[in-house]
């Protein structure tokens, strides 16, 4: 399991107050806590963080504090709180670890291939879990679980129970929850998806041929003073009546 390093220094201020200074001088407020050790506050440059999370890109990750005694302590992201409206980091759990000791962590889902079922059958993928709780030691966690969907057909459902196991890892989620299923599009789509080329036939074939009561143009009506496609003004065609209108009554 690869190691990422993420610089730290102990915060002794706490309280909005030192928080917003700590956040106008580019660092984020955070907490470290373990069953061995007391909660330490610590602060952590902000640039910095923002690279790690780039290079951890949602995966589960082992993460080493350096601190500028020379100190280390290994741990992992419990939690990440970010403002609503600025979207900038407001603060950071961190979860120290052992390596001898089992830890839990929830880990990301990686779906693979592509379903049988929205290939062939024209159905639809859906995640309905999106990370799972596994317990394992540092050295067996898995940057992601892997979930091979390739004969996932419509109508079927891969559960917890059906995932592929990982050696030193431990599913701690309900074996029947589901993880990824196939389903059948929207009724409506269906029916689009028959309709639209029987549209398009009957247009193609009768795309000339008048609506049903328009056969004969009534004397007045507009269709019957239209005149015909590319006719020029005083053409005769420009000035014929519809077929079945009456002459206009001599004055």
Do not use: M, Y
């Given at each position: 399991m690869k190691k990422y390093q993420l610089t730290v220094t102990n915060r002794e201020g706490?309280?909005?107050?030192?928080?917003?200074?700590?956040?106008?001088?580019?660092k984020i407020p955070a907490i470290l806590y373990?069953?061995?050790?007391?909660?330490e506050n610590l602060a952590?440059?902000?640039?910095?963080?923002?690279?790690?999370?780039?290079?951890?890109?949602?995966?589960?990750?082992?993460?080493?504090l350096k601190r500028d005694a020379g100190a280390t302590a290994l741990s992992f992201l419990q939690?990440?709180?970010?403002?609503?409206i600025t979207d900038k980091y407001l603060h950071l759990d961190l979860q120290e670890v052992k390596e001898n000791e089992k830890m839990i962590i929830n880990v990301a889902i990686l779906i693979i291939g592509e379903a049988y079922g929205v290939k062939t059958e024209g159905g639809i993928l859906e995640t309905a879990t999106h990370r799972l709780?596994?317990?394992?030691?540092?050295?067996?966690?898995?940057?992601?679980?892997?979930?091979?969907?390739?004969?996932?057909?419509?109508?079927?459902?891969?559960?917890?129970?059906?995932?592929?196991?990982?050696?030193?890892?431990?599913y701690l989620d309900d074996k029947n929850q589901t993880v990824v299923l196939?389903?059948?599009?929207?009724?409506?789509?269906?029916?689009?998806?028959?309709?639209?080329?029987?549209?398009?036939?009957?247009?193609?074939?009768?795309?000339?041929?008048?609506?049903?009561?328009?056969?004969?143009?009534?004397?007045?009506?507009?269709?019957?003073?239209?005149?015909?496609?590319?006719?020029?003004?005083?053409?005769?065609?420009?000035?014929?009546?519809?077929a079945g209108?009456?002459?206009a009554a001599k004055k």
């Open positions: 706490t309280g909005r107050s030192a928080s917003r200074r700590l956040r106008k001088a580019e373990g069953k061995h050790t007391k909660p952590v440059n902000a640039p910095e963080f923002i690279k790690l999370l780039k290079e951890i890109s949602g995966r589960a990750a082992l993460i080493e939690e990440i709180q970010r403002d609503p709780r596994v317990r394992c030691l540092p050295k067996d966690l898995p940057s992601v679980v892997e979930v091979n969907v390739s004969e996932l057909k419509v109508g079927e459902t891969i559960h917890v129970s059906e995932l592929k196991p990982i050696a030193g890892v431990e196939c389903v059948e599009p929207p009724a409506e789509e269906v029916a689009a998806v028959v309709a639209t080329p029987a549209a398009g036939a009957a247009a193609a074939d009768g795309a000339a041929a008048p609506a049903a009561g328009d056969a004969a143009a009534k004397p007045g009506d507009a269709k019957a003073a239209a005149p015909a496609a590319g006719a020029k003004p005083g053409d005769a065609k420009a000035a014929a009546p519809a209108a009456k002459p």
